[in-house]
Protein backbone atom coordinates (compact mmCIF):
# COMPACT_ATOMS: atom_id res chain seq x y z
CA UNK A 1 0.00 0.00 0.00
CA UNK A 2 1.13 3.60 -0.57
CA UNK A 3 1.59 5.76 2.25
CA UNK A 4 -0.52 8.54 0.79
CA UNK A 5 -3.44 5.88 0.39
CA UNK A 6 -2.83 5.28 4.46
CA UNK A 7 -5.45 6.50 6.19
CA UNK A 8 -4.56 6.97 10.50
CA UNK A 9 -6.96 4.03 10.85
CA UNK A 10 -4.88 2.22 8.70
CA UNK A 11 -1.82 2.85 10.09
CA UNK A 12 -2.80 1.90 12.79
CA UNK A 13 -3.81 -1.51 12.28
CA UNK A 14 -0.51 -2.06 10.21
CA UNK A 15 1.14 -1.03 13.48
CA UNK A 16 -1.05 -3.72 15.52
CA UNK A 17 0.14 -6.02 13.16
CA UNK A 18 3.23 -5.56 12.99
CA UNK A 19 4.23 -4.79 16.42
CA UNK A 20 1.35 -4.68 18.94
CA UNK A 21 2.89 -4.46 22.10
CA UNK A 22 5.04 -1.33 21.18
CA UNK A 23 4.21 1.42 23.20
CA UNK A 24 2.01 3.96 21.40
CA UNK A 25 0.87 6.71 23.74
CA UNK A 26 1.29 7.82 27.01
CA UNK A 27 -0.20 10.05 29.06
CA UNK A 28 1.77 10.45 32.14
CA UNK A 29 -0.60 13.45 34.15
CA UNK A 30 -2.78 10.62 34.22
CA UNK A 31 -0.74 7.89 34.44
CA UNK A 32 -1.81 6.16 31.43
CA UNK A 33 -0.18 3.79 28.84
CA UNK A 34 -1.37 2.29 25.60
CA UNK A 35 0.18 -0.24 23.48
CA UNK A 36 -0.74 0.08 19.66
CA UNK A 37 -2.55 -3.24 20.51
CA UNK A 38 -4.63 -1.61 23.89
CA UNK A 39 -5.42 1.38 21.67
CA UNK A 40 -6.48 -0.17 18.83
CA UNK A 41 -9.43 -2.25 20.83
CA UNK A 42 -10.27 0.75 22.77
CA UNK A 43 -10.61 2.77 19.17
CA UNK A 44 -12.29 -0.53 17.70
CA UNK A 45 -14.77 -0.13 20.39
CA UNK A 46 -15.55 3.73 20.14
CA UNK A 47 -16.13 3.08 16.09
CA UNK A 48 -18.47 0.47 16.82
CA UNK A 49 -20.39 2.55 19.19
CA UNK A 50 -20.34 5.57 17.17
CA UNK A 51 -22.27 3.16 14.29
CA UNK A 52 -24.48 2.30 16.85
CA UNK A 53 -25.79 5.34 16.94
CA UNK A 54 -26.23 5.77 13.37
CA UNK A 55 -22.77 8.07 12.51
CA UNK A 56 -21.40 6.37 9.36
CA UNK A 57 -19.00 7.10 6.74
CA UNK A 58 -19.18 10.81 5.44
CA UNK A 59 -20.80 12.05 8.94
CA UNK A 60 -19.18 14.81 10.93
CA UNK A 61 -18.11 14.49 14.38
CA UNK A 62 -16.84 16.93 16.46
CA UNK A 63 -15.50 17.20 19.82
CA UNK A 64 -14.29 19.92 21.90
CA UNK A 65 -11.61 19.27 24.26
CA UNK A 66 -7.96 19.65 25.52
CA UNK A 67 -5.77 16.93 24.32
CA UNK A 68 -6.53 14.22 26.21
CA UNK A 69 -6.69 10.63 25.14
CA UNK A 70 -10.44 10.34 24.76
CA UNK A 71 -9.60 13.04 21.50
CA UNK A 72 -7.08 10.67 20.35
CA UNK A 73 -9.36 7.86 20.60
CA UNK A 74 -11.98 9.56 18.59
CA UNK A 75 -9.95 10.60 15.74
CA UNK A 76 -8.95 7.06 14.76
CA UNK A 77 -12.19 5.43 15.49
CA UNK A 78 -13.55 7.97 13.11
CA UNK A 79 -10.93 6.97 10.64
CA UNK A 80 -12.08 3.62 10.75
CA UNK A 81 -15.60 4.09 10.16
Do not use: C
Not at 21 to 43: A, C
Request: charged share 25%.
Amino acid sequence: MVFSELTIGDFLEEMVEKDPNQEFMVYPDRDLRFTYQQFDERVNLLAKGLLEIGIGKGDHVGIWAKNVPDWLTLLFATSKI
